[in-house]
């Protein structure tokens, strides 16, 4: 009997022990359990939406100097980097040829003068000739024969046809003197504009061909130092932001890997009407206008721009990744799971492929109302231990932030973008 009441006693006090436990037990356990949610913050501010792309950094004109005549190079005056001016003497074909032509074509222009002042002179002969002739005749009929009249006329109109030869066979020479003199003189390779030489062909010694092509001796690129352009390649879906921007006179911001940190700026100089189309990508080269003062900028580097293509300002900012979250359906209030569902419906990858094949058997006017549509979206706000959504419509983005257009959501808000991991350890 005195066993039984100790071991009463016992379970009682157990007892007493475990209910007293069983509280704080409970509260740690729904401590250490409990939801933490990862949250952003909702800002207000300026958006800046870009579109980015690369390209390659292009002189903005590139002069190509070769020869019109053959030879061996004599002399090189330039070499690579060394700033021109018009007129400055690049190099010089050996001209031993082409003066030889010259000294030729100068005799032989001699020879045709000479030769018509011979022609001259016996045509005033034959004028002299013919007109003692009418005069004899004049006199004395018989004196002169009609026959001998006639040798007279005709010799005199064959010297005068033979001087227009004569004058002719010179101006041909002259012609050809002119021809090896502008060959002479193409020797002489000279600047057509004032620029830096980016690019030297040929070397003292070579002989250059120009019979079916002209060669490339230098290239030239003017104005460098005030004028580069850089060719981009823009996909077709972003040439209309683009086309709007070059409207607005937005700022391009590009940088090259020569100068990671160092940020140019450009415009938008030109949208070219000529598609690349590369494995079914269609592209249209934009060319951008940098100024160089420190000729940072080099033919050949590799840009990579950001086309500043709208603008936001002061406006409610939500962060992009409380957009990209989807709870799961026990995290939410049980009148949001309907909204949950249908997000999150839409978000599968089988939903998305029947959302596509419907959006191609669409009409043009509904593809655009459905695209308008899709700027209505969901994010979430801890409301106790579940969440709750708000709707919201958004407009710009960049980055990190996207514009809302309408909805209940004020600065310094919290969005819900995930759940923290469980501590490990007893909470604090």
């Known amino acids: 009997m005195r066993f039984l009441i100790k071991l009463s006693i016992v379970l009682l006090i157990l007892a007493g022990i475990g209910a007293a436990a069983y509280k704080p037990a409970k509260q740690y356990w729904a401590a250490r359990n409990k939801i933490v949610w990862r949250t952003v913050t909702v800002e207000q501010g300026d958006i800046v939406s870009v579109v980015n792309s690369t390209g390659k950094v292009k002189p903005k004109l590139r002069v190509v100097i070769g020869s019109f ?25 050996d001209p031993t040829l082409y003066r030889a032509n010259v000294s030729r074509d100068q005799a032989a222009l001699a020879s045709r003068e000479a030769d018509v002042y011979r022609v001259k002179a016996q045509l005033q002969q034959a004028i002299n000739d013919e007109k003692r002739a009418i005069a004899l005749r004049t006199e004395d009929e018989t004196f002169i024969a009609q026959a001998e009249m006639d040798k007279f006329k005709f010799a005199r109109l064959s010297l005068d046809a033979q001087l ?21 003189d193409y020797t002489r390779i000279l600047s057509p504009v004032d620029g830096i030489v980016i690019d030297r062909k040929i070397d003292p010694g070579v002989t250059v061909a120009a019979q079916f092509q002209t060669p490339e001796l230098f290239i030239v690129a003017p104005d460098m130092r005030t004028e580069m352009h850089i060719e981009a390649s823009v996909d077709e879906a972003d040439i209309g932001l683009i086309k709007v921007a070059k409207q607005k006179g937005y700022t391009v911001t590009f940088t090259v890997d020569a100068y990671p940190e160092k940020v140019f700026d450009g415009t938008i100089l030109e949208i070219r009407l000529s598609a690349i189309v590369t494995q079914n990508v269609v592209t249209y080269p934009v060319i951008v206008s940098a100024a160089n003062p420190d000729l940072d900028l080099l033919p050949g580097m590799t840009a990579s721009l950001s086309f500043q293509v709208d603008q936001r300002d002061d406006v409610i900012k939500i962060p992009n990744a409380a957009l990209r979250f989807y709870p799961n359906v026990k ?39 459905l695209r308008r549509a899709r700027n209505r979206r969901h994010v979430w706000v801890a409301d106790g231990d579940l ?15 996207t514009e809302m257009v309408s909805g209940k959501l004020k600065k310094s808000d919290e969005l819900v973008t995930g759940v923290q991991a469980n501590p490990v350890g007893p909470p604090r």
């Open 164 to 184: 227009k030869v004569s004058e002719t066979a010179v101006t041909q020479a002259r012609a050809t003197l002119e021809n090896s003199q502008a060959n002479l």
């Open 69 to 93: 005549v053959s030879g061996p190079i004599k002399e090189l005056f330039c070499s690579f980097n060394q700033e021109i001016k018009v007129g400055d003497l690049l190099a010089t074909i």
């Open 331 to 369: 995290q939410v209030r049980p009148e949001d799971i309907a909204t949950l569902e249908g997000q999150g419906q839409s978000s599968t990858p089988e939903n998305q492929d029947d959302a596509q094949q419907s959006e191609k058997s669409m009409s043009a006017q509904e593809r655009a109302q």
């Open 387 to 401: 969440l709750r959504a708000v709707e919201v419509t958004t407009g710009l983005s960049d980055s990190q932030f």
